[in-house]
Structure formats: C-alpha cells, structure tokens
C-alpha cells in the first residue's frame, strides 16, 4: 500500500494548515464524510483480504474459517493503525479532502484521542460482544425465567441496534460523526479546503434520512411496549401451563456436510465416497495434499501423530488439509 | 469413530472370509465380548513348515483406533524368527510403525500369514530359529519349526 508516500504529502498539507489558526476550517458535511467511509470500507476489505491471506499461509484452511471475527479485527486495526493513529490521512478521507481536528475544530486531535479510537473502531467492539453473547442468553423466545419484564426482554443487539440508530440519525441531521467512535473520541471532520455557499447546496443533506430513522425508532419502541405489556397478561393466564412444560433441547442445525446424501458434492464418484479412516461416507471431505480424501475429523486426528498420507505416505500437515465446500 | 469403523469391519469380514479364496488360511476372526478384544485363528499354509498347525492371535484394539495400530499376538506357541517364543508377541512393520489405517483387522491377520512364509530375520524375535535361517541351513529351520508345530499348534484351537 502506498501510505508511506500520503504520510509525507500530508506532513506538508498540515504544516501549510496549521498556522491557519485563527481562522477555523470549515466542518464536513454529511456526503463527504458517507462518500470518504465508502472509500475506506471498500481499502478495508482488500487490506482484509491480504491479511487473510497472509494469515492462511501462515496457519491453514481451517483456522481462516474459524476465526473470521479476528481476521476482520486486525486488518480494521491495521489500516486505522496506519494512517489515522500514524497522523496520515486514510485513503477515502483522500478522496474528499477531510481531515480530522477537534470538537470545537480548532485544533488536530492528539496521538492519544487517535489511539483510543484505533481501541473503540477496532478492538472493544469485538471484546463487548464477545463478553455479552456469553453474560447474556441468546435466545430471544421464552425463556427459563418466565418473568422477565420489559427491560429484561431488551436485548443486547436490540439495544445497540437502537443506539446506533439513534446515532446514525444524528449524523444525518448534523453530519458530525459517522461513526459511534468517533463522536466519542471527538475527532471531528473538517474539510482541508474553504467551501463556498454554492458547493455546499449543490451536496444536499440527509436530513429526511435521518427523519425516517427517528420515525422508525418510535414505531418500534411503540410496538415493544404493547408486546411486552400483552405478553405480562397472558403470561400471567398461563403460568401453570409452561411450569409444566419439560424443556425439548432444540435440534442444533449441523453444518456438517454429510456425503451419505447423494445430493451433496455430486462431483465425488460414488467409489471414493467413502472415508478409508471410518470406512464410512464422508462426513465434511478434505483433501490432503496428495488428492487423497477423507472426513474432517478423520484425517486431522491422524495428521497431528502422522504427518504423513495414510494412502501415500505423502507428506501431509494440518494446516494442508483443504476442506471442501 | 473407532466403533463405528469396528462396526464397519465386523460386517465385512465374514462376508469377506466365506467369499473370497484370498483369505483361506484364516479360519475366523470374531470379537470377544466387545467391539475391542478379538479373537482370530489362523491356518499355516500348506506349502510350509508350518503347514496343519492352527494358531489363536489374541487382538486389542486401542480407543483411538485406527490412528493406532490393533495390538496382536500369538496365543498358542510359534517358532518364528519374528514372533517372541515365550510371549507370543509379534514383530512386524505394520503392527508397530509403518501402520496406516489402510490396514483392516482383517488385512493384517493376512500380512501376519504373509510373515509365516517370508520371515525377516534382520529383526529376530527368536535368535535360535533366526541364526538358523542366518546361516542357511534350511532342513535344520524347517525341521524345528515342523517339531514345534506339531508340539503346539495340532488341535489347539
Ligand atoms: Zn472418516
Ligand atoms: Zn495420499
């Protein structure tokens, strides 16, 4: 990527705007900043992919399928770490002149502000989920505890769903902070060029976006509200009933792709369906290196005593097994 | 998936011993009590020294089979320069380190069979039969192996 080469033109820029002291620069506007976050979700997801990548030469097949969350992570960190925490511009703030200075615009936000929204874009989102999905139950239907009321019955995703709404609004009515971390860390937008009357009404705003959306929120919390209080009724009418109720574990849908159904993975003759591990039909076929196949769980568990084809004897790693999909 | 495999296996060896003339030396192979301790019976082959004797190999599977080798050894006693006169243990390749789960119970009780007719005397067992073979006197190997047989393996099964 070519950050190194931003970095010093907009060493320049800023030394040429920061005597520009007395004069505060103009704030962005909404289409700016949505067309500047496009461009970086858009470098995001390349800078994803080559991380990816990377990660797989490094680890194996399996581990890219497992750990995605943590994949996405890094290379959002990544690409904040480069260019924002670095004090560079990102690529899609580039591409419409923004530049980040203070809540009162004045000033160009401190290392520190800027680390702290490299934590709060990247990291904490991905660590506050991880620790709510395990403090709170995810299901959201009759749980074991039949009294819930209706703050109980708000869940976590329904929470921040209605937060970052709520936010997203904001920002279409004021066009000040695209994302949540960013309000929180002040790092406002301002474009690093003077705007003129003319070219600010030809933009537009999002103003009635922003109006559906507040629209939208009450209309459920409306609907939340008559739920919960029509649910207290009838539950209270059938308390007895669901007491008696044993609890049926629900069938956990497998992702398990199991070639005794002839409809799976038709490519696969019917003579090499079978596993030589479990002589069995295969149960997520891999791939070994040398072509061989068998189930997932089969030839991983041979592969971490053998490193070695139980065909072929060729040689054969975990991380080369390729499962097929 | 050890039980499952050993499920797998059961089904197809009787199948396999009454059907096919490749498996005529071996007379059964059956569990004992559960899908983890079998019992097979292994006939010598008519062309060797070995040949009217019968012989029980005593099997073990372990848990983890077949990412582990069965554990197999000889009940009744057989004078082979790969096979422990005393213990009954078995040296062969398969068994120990170059197994693969290619190999099925039945398949090995094959290769055993195999080894009766073409020891390898580089890793004896049974140093007297084995420097017998060593030094090429084959009446004299022959003529022990026939003595033995006859003393241990006529009606043992
Ligand atoms: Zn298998
Ligand atoms: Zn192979």
């Known amino acids: ?325 | 998936m050890a039980t499952k495999r050993l499920m797998k296996e059961y089904n197809s060896i009787q199948k396999a011993l009454s059907d096919t003339q490749e498996y005529e030396n071996i007379v059964s192979l059956e569990p004992t009590g559960d899908l983890f301790s079998w019992c097979g019976v292994i006939r010598g082959p008519s062309n060797s020294p070995f040949q009217a004797g019968t012989w029980k190999i005593k099997i073990e599977v372990p848990q983890n089979y077949p990412i582990a080798p069965p554990k197999m050894k000889f009940v009744n006693k057989l004078c082979h320069p790969n096979v422990n006169f005393q213990t009954g243990e078995i040296c062969l390749d398969i068994l120990q380190n170059q197994w693969t789960p290619a190999w099925t119970l039945l398949t090995t009780m094959s290769a055993i069979l195999l080894l009766l007719q073409d020891p390898e005397p580089t890793s004896p067992l049974n140093i007297d039969i084995s420097n017998l073979l060593k030094s090429g006197d084959i009446k004299a190997y022959n003529g022990l192996i026939r003595f033995y047989t006859h003393k241990y393996a006529i009606d043992s099964v």
């Open chain 1, 1 to 325: 990527m070519s950050e190194g080469l931003e970095s010093d033109g907009l060493k320049r820029d800023q030394q040429a705007l920061v005597p520009v002291q007395d004069h505060v620069l103009p704030f962005a506007d909404a289409p700016s900043i949505v067309r500047a976050h496009q461009k970086d979700s858009y470098f995001e997801s390349v800078l994803r992919d080559k991380v990816q990548g990377a990660v797989q030469v490094l680890t194996g097949q399996r581990f890219i399928h497992t750990h995605p969350d943590e994949i996405t992570v890094a290379a959002k960190a990544l690409y904040v770490g480069l260019t924002t925490v670095l004090g560079s511009r990102t690529l899609g703030e580039e591409y419409t002149d923004l530049m980040y200075v203070t809540r009162d615009g004045k000033r160009i936000p401190k290392l520190l502000r800027r680390l702290g929204f490299l934590a709060s874009y990247s990291i904490i989102p991905y660590v506050i989920t991880r620790i709510l999905r395990r403090l709170l139950p995810v299901d959201e239907g009759e749980g074991a505890s039949s009294k819930k009321n209706w703050f109980q019955s708000l869940s976590y995703s329904k929470i921040l769903d209605t937060l970052l709404n709520v936010h997203l609004a904001l920002f279409y009515f004021n066009g000040a902070y695209y994302d949540l971390a960013k309000r929180i860390f002040g790092l406002r937008y301002a474009f690093g060029h003077r705007v003129d009357k003319e070219e600010q009404l030809s933009r537009g705003g999002y103003e009635l976006l922003g109006g559906l959306i507040f629209t939208q929120i009450a209309f459920k919390a409306i609907k939340h509200f008559s739920e919960s209080f029509q649910n207290d009724r009838t539950r209270k009418s059938n308390t007895e009933v669901s007491d008696n109720i044993t609890g049926v574990p629900p069938s956990v849908p497998s992702n398990d792709i199991d070639l005794s159904n002839p409809k799976l993975l038709k490519f696969i003759p019917d003579f090499s369906r079978n596993c030589m591990l479990c002589l069995s039909p295969m149960t997520n076929p891999s791939c070994a290196p040398c072509g061989h196949l068998f189930c997932w769980n089969c030839i991983s568990d041979w592969s971490r005593d053998h490193p070695e084809c139980p065909l072929c004897r060729q040689a054969l790693t975990e991380q080369s097994i390729l499962p097929l999909r």
